[in-house]
């Protein structure tokens, strides 16, 4: 049985996550759980699963949290020291890194400095320090992507050398804002911009998803995890039924399909190599009236050249780009910039950087507060 800790349970990944273990509960065993703050779902997963240390994002819902817990309360942690001390419980074999954003980096390197194997949904731990987290992860334990995408390219390589890949072709569904004119790009608002077609995903991912930065960090995080030299791809595709490819050198082509259900990669990824048994829905090719393929438009989706930017920079630039677009993003969803204004303010904050080598952790953390405080200022610039 395997024994498995949870970063961000209550987020969509971390709910899914914890449905793949509940339908399997002679293959794995939740021994923690860090949570944000919403207090009655993370009550109701201690309730249910009985982990043994559980975190909370703010101390003050520490008290709120053991009213809600039925019996016996498991000891009870808040902030990152708490996210910290869940991914580096001693008989925990993997870790599930689904906290968002540049916050899950330090708990998933505790995790990786613990020898536990990773599960990553946090694509920001490699967009931000991917030589860095690969380098101490080297023969100590292994990644295994759970963003569908990834998941699709690691099922696809199953077997393969590298050396016979010729390229990834890394799938998008283009957003709810695909066949939009620039003139209604003006015109987008917060709840237009969270109705995404396909996936069912937390606010900022779901923003990601809408300007394309999603796919730039997907990008970068595939060209960590499948090798830097090798040539990745973006091709729109949006009912999001082929989740990525990969193109051999003799030309041919080998896809990963299915329903948009993250409950599939996350499974793939709690039991590598192996596969589970699962109770979901399948595709139905008989009422799959079509699949189309488009290229990006780069000129609407500005973020994406912004990620390719960010990766060909390197250094501290990478970071540099995440942290701003999570101020920005965040700054579009309190609605106090356009949604024409997310990829304006990072740009402006990469223009104002000036890189710096990675040498250990600590210089990236410093890079992301660098960041945060500058688009934190760009934010009240009008643009």
Request: charged share 25%.
């Amino acid at each position: 049985m395997k024994k498995i800790s949870v970063l961000g349970s209550t987020g969509s990944i971390g709910v899914n996550t914890l449905d793949v273990a509940e339908r399997n509960p002679n293959q794995f065993k939740i021994i923690a759980l860090a949570g944000g703050n919403n207090i009655e779902v993370l009550a109701d997963q201690i309730n249910r699963f009985q982990p043994k240390l559980v975190s909370v994002l703010d101390s003050k819902n520490i008290d709120p949290l053991k009213k809600a817990i039925k019996g016996t309360s498991p000891e009870i942690l808040s902030g990152e020291e708490g996210a910290i001390a869940v991914a580096s419980v001693q008989e925990v074999d993997m870790v599930v890194s689904a906290i968002v954003g540049g916050a899950g980096l330090a708990p998933t390197f505790a995790a990786i400095q613990n020898g536990k194997d990773i599960a990553l949904a946090n694509k920001e731990t490699l967009v931000i320090a991917g030589e860095i987290v690969l380098k101490a992860a080297k023969g100590k334990c292994e990644i295994i992507p759970v963003d569908s995408e990834h998941s699709a390219i690691l099922q696809a390589l199953n077997g393969e050398s590298q050396k016979r890949v010729k390229k990834i072709i890394l799938t998008a569904s283009g957003g709810p804002f695909r066949t939009h004119t620039l003139d209604q790009m003006e015109e987008i608002t917060v709840s237009q911009a969270l109705k995404h077609p396909n996936w069912a995903m937390g606010p900022k991912i779901t923003i990601d998803s809408a300007t394309m930065m999603n796919k730039g960090l997907e990008y970068i995080e595939a060209k960590w995890l499948f090798g830097l030299d090798t040539p990745v791809e973006i091709v729109v595709h949006p009912q999001s039924i082929i989740h990525s490819m990969v193109e051999f050198t003799d030309t041919s082509i080998m896809a990963q399909l299915g329903l948009p259900d993250m409950r599939v990669p996350i499974a793939y990824a709690l039991s590598y190599p192996d596969r589970l048994e699962a109770d979901l829905p399948s595709l139905d090719f008989t009422k799959l009236a079509r699949m189309d393929f488009e290229a990006p438009d780069f000129e609407k989706f500005p973020c994406l050249k912004l990620a390719f930017r960010a990766l060909e920079t390197g250094q501290t630039m990478p970071a540099i780009l995440n942290a701003a677009n999570e101020i920005a993003v965040q700054g579009f969803l309190d609605e106090r910039i356009a949604f024409k204004e997310i990829p304006e303010i990072i740009k402006s904050t990469m223009d104002n950087h000036e890189c710096q080598p990675l040498n250990d952790i600590k210089d990236v953390l410093e890079a992301d507060r660098w960041a945060r405080e500058e688009a934190t200022k760009l934010l009240a610039v009008p643009h």
